[in-house]
């Protein structure tokens, strides 16, 4: 049986995460860890360190999309681990393959999944596994918790589209995005749904970091862009955009515009 997987939140920058997955503890008698992948490790440095703490080789990285804040640290990273393979999409210049939607990779004994999540950018992916019978989907910067993405390469309704997807996803489903936006995300959360004790208790819960992973049942209950069919989130929307908001993705794109301005 291949042992479990340990996922990580290395800080990386201001407030992003490099997620690195490995073999859980135990390691190795000889006290190596076995090999490890990471996902959009926008700095090397915090990276290398904890590889070097836990013994861990880095055999992969997974890049959900080209920001620099995602792929800053590749480059030293391949120094250090030339053996380590890159996957992104098709506009990652450092990619060793190109995956994208329907990709599979091979990690630890497990299949990874690639989804195309544009809307953030138009070529974002997500990754996903099964670990302990449940789905863990890194996501980048298309889903956070209590919140979703700014619009740069791709659309309002593209991104409406990928986080619709992604609510899809069963309700003990583990979302890994790649900030530590939580607290100003649920602070516009409460602006949106005022009454909602969920959004109120998870901003209590915000102080304490890290936030993430979160469950899609807990996004559910406070994120609005996970709520726009909510009639209350959907005439709040309305009220603050000063227009008739017709379909979901109307209501999406308006609390999209509202969260730019907050």
Not at 23 to 35: E, I, M, T, Y
Not at 53 to 70: F, K, Y
Not at 211 to 226: D, G, M, Q, Y
Not at 248 to 259: I, M, P, S
Request: charged share 20%.
């Amino acid at each position: 049986m291949d042992k479990p997987l340990a996922v990580v939140p290395v800080s990386a920058l201001d407030d992003n995460y490099v997620w690195l997955l490995a073999p859980a503890p135990p390691f190795h008698a000889d006290g190596s860890g076995g090999q490890a992948a990471c996902v959009d490790p926008g700095e090397a440095a915090p990276v290398l360190a904890y590889l070097h703490a836990h013994g861990l080789t880095l055999a992969q990285i997974w890049i959900t999309h080209h920001h620099r804040d995602h792929t800053g640290g590749i480059a030293e990273l391949k120094r250090r681990f030339p053996a380590c393979t890159v996957y992104g999409g098709s506009g990652i210049d450092e990619a060793d393959i190109t995956v994208g939607e329907g990709g599979r990779i091979r990690f630890a004994g497990r299949t990874v999944r690639v989804w195309h999540i544009p809307g953030h950018t138009d070529g974002h992916l997500a990754y996903l596994l099964e670990e302990g019978g449940r789905t863990y989907v890194f996501c980048g910067d298309t889903l956070f918790s209590a919140g979703c993405g700014r619009v740069f390469t791709g659309t309002p309704q593209q991104l409406a589209a990928s986080c619709r997807r992604l609510g899809s996803l069963p309700d003990d489903t583990l979302v890994f995005p790649a900030h530590e936006y939580t607290a100003a995300n649920l602070a516009f959360a409460a602006f949106i749904e005022p009454d909602n004790p969920d959004t109120a208790a998870a901003r209590q819960q915000a102080a304490r970091t890290p936030t993430l992973p979160v469950t899609l049942a807990h996004e559910r209950r406070i994120n609005p862009f996970l709520r726009t069919a909510e009639p209350a989130v959907a005439r709040r929307a309305a009220e603050l955009a000063g227009r008739v908001l017709p379909d979901e993705t109307a209501v999406f794109t308006a609390l999209r515009e509202l969260k730019n301005g907050f």
